[in-house]
């Protein structure tokens, strides 16, 4: 903070954003989630899997190991097993830190599968409420692929509620709307990366394209009156978070959060829902061959989106492995 005396009367810029957006933890440690005091938490297999192999949450693996060793599965089916009751198992933790929800992942191998991706967001969903924990507090994380975004709109009507994530585009964000996701998850940091590495220059403030992007997308929503919360994610750096404070949600990082906690400088609303009725954003008509040409007509969306599947798929297969060493 800047001086002393400032920091008795000025509140931290985290506590200014809490008073207009809903600040999420992005991380699967529990330390960190007590510290901030997030209203939900958010997770990944990347970040599961950082937390699995830490000495101070082991207890949570050999748990689950002790538990499901009888289930007289065996081979592939017993790991998938076990990651399924592990994800719920540091999910049921997060719950008992954070008052709201908590978004646990489907397999990133499953985003081309409706089916598949329905079968396994239907499986978590009973595991957490064998534990007596409501659906309401839970939300299904998918990729936002034409059939993730597809599962979705199934699992949604059967009171499931889905994060639509790895979204990069409002092609992406309004066929989730109009599925009737609960949620999406635009990335901020990875939009910001490709544009940096693709332009060769550095992008700040308002001019940033991955702050563009969410704001375009909040005030979409909230012109043409859709309930899918916004709710940004994977930040680089705090003048993106600034950036969009007053959107709906938004999901930082330990390292994030200790920065705003850190700084008393000024924070103000920068999107707001009734300012967003007098935005020129125009309507668009999403269908299949619609979604898929203009998804394809983005190259960084559709970099980063395949990109992304291919990065938590890649930590799906080191977890299993991880366990399969464990069994």
């Not at 989630?33 to 949450?57: C, G, H, V």
């Not at 008992?96 to 598949?116: N, Q, W």
């Not at 609960?182 to 590495?197: E, T």
């Amino acid at each position: 903070m800047s001086t002393t005396t400032s920091s008795a009367t000025q509140p931290s810029q985290l506590d200014q954003l809490k008073k207009f957006t809903t600040v999420v933890a992005d991380t699967g440690d529990f330390e960190s989630m007590r510290e901030f005091q997030p209203q939900d938490a958010t997770t990944n297999p990347s970040l599961i899997l950082q937390a699995a192999t830490k000495p101070a949450y082991a207890y949570i693996l050999d748990k689950v190991l002790a538990e499901r060793k009888g289930s007289g599965l065996s081979g592939a089916a017993q790991v998938e097993d076990v990651i399924d009751h592990l994800l719920v198992a540091f999910g049921m933790e997060i719950l008992k830190i954070v008052p709201g929800r908590v978004s646990t992942e489907t397999d990133a191998r499953l985003s081309f599968d409706t089916a598949g991706t329905i079968a396994k967001g239907r499986q978590l969903i009973a595991l957490y409420e064998a534990q007596g924990i409501s659906r309401d507090r839970i939300l299904i994380k998918i990729a936002s692929t034409w059939e993730g975004i597809r599962a979705a709109e199934v699992l949604e009507k059967e009171g499931i509620h889905c994060n639509l994530t790895l979204l990069f585009s409002l092609v992406q964000a309004v066929a989730c709307a109009e599925a009737g996701a609960q949620l999406v998850s635009p990335f901020v940091g990875r939009i910001y990366d490709w544009f940096k590495a693709a332009m060769k220059r550095d992008y700040t403030g308002a001019e940033d394209p991955g702050v563009q992007s969410v704001t375009t997308i909040f005030n979409y929503y909230k012109k043409f009156g859709h309930g899918t919360e916004v709710m940004g994610a994977s930040f680089r750096n705090v003048s993106q978070i600034v950036e969009l404070a007053g959107c709906d949600l938004l999901t930082i990082s330990p390292d994030l959060l200790a920065k705003l906690a850190a700084s008393d400088e000024p924070l103000t609303r920068k999107l707001d829902a009734a300012a967003a009725q007098a935005t020129n954003v125009p309507r668009l008509e999403i269908n299949e061959k619609a979604f898929r040409y203009l998804l394809n007509d983005d190259a960084m969306a559709t970099e980063k989106t395949a990109e992304g599947i291919r990065k938590f798929a890649a930590d799906i297969v080191k977890l299993e492995q991880f366990i399969a060493g464990k069994l």
